[in-house]
């Protein structure tokens, strides 16, 4: 049973209703769709909603009234709404958050900003995105295997594989190359969270570390691929 949390999309295109709704599905949530808020408003009548996505490439004047609409209907007035939109003019940004927008993000997405701010206005308690991944990481104290496989990695950690996890709060210095780079990073980690074998329904057993006195040039690389594997593949198109 998916667990993803619902977010209205409300967006007229077909195209970027595709693009939203991957976008939304590869950083867990769950995307329904809708062309206008009339439509959204009607589906919000039998459905809850963590979040409202809704593009703002309107008019100045039909912008201002499908937020004002759908900032007092009861069904979704109490619902985060992030408008998304092509305009980053100050001006139009301290109108939209004065109609009650809860936030604006400007396209085309920075992955890292799209999703902490979903993530904050929708309780979500992971605040990066994480992808999955095949690596090698080196271990240089601490286990009998000096070198463990890499399932998962964000900007924030990785979690490694293995049927010995060590406890939480232990120090590791790990070392790992991104694929298809060629420069090692090289940086403690903290455990955070262990599983043994059998502890979890269809969990892996292993460890989630965390990252520690992350250099910012390589918080950069690591945010700059997973963005790149996350969202390298779609294109948005401005004028669809």
Known sequence: MSNKKQVLIICPTVAHQMYLGVLLNRIWYS??????PIEG????QSMSF????????FAS??????ITLLRTDPSVKNVPLVVFTTNDNPATTE???SLGCSAILTMPF??????GIMARLSGQPRTTPRIPVKLRVEIKEGTTEKTLPCINLSEGGLYLRTL????EGTLLHIKFTLPHDTLPIEVTAEVVRRLSLGSQFDAEPGMGLHFIDMPE???LRIRNFVQWEMLGDLDWNANI
């Open 31 to 36: 995307p329904v769709l809708a062309k206008t």
């Open 95 to 97: 109108t939209l958050l």
């Open 110 to 115: 920075d992955l890292a900003m799209v999703y």
């Open 50 to 57: 963590a979040m409202i996505l809704y593009d703002g490439n």
């Open 61 to 66: 004047t039909e912008l201002q009234q499908d």
């Open 217 to 219: 040039d390589t918080l």
């Open 164 to 167: 010995e996890p060590l406890p």
């Open 41 to 44: 408003l009607r589906l919000a």
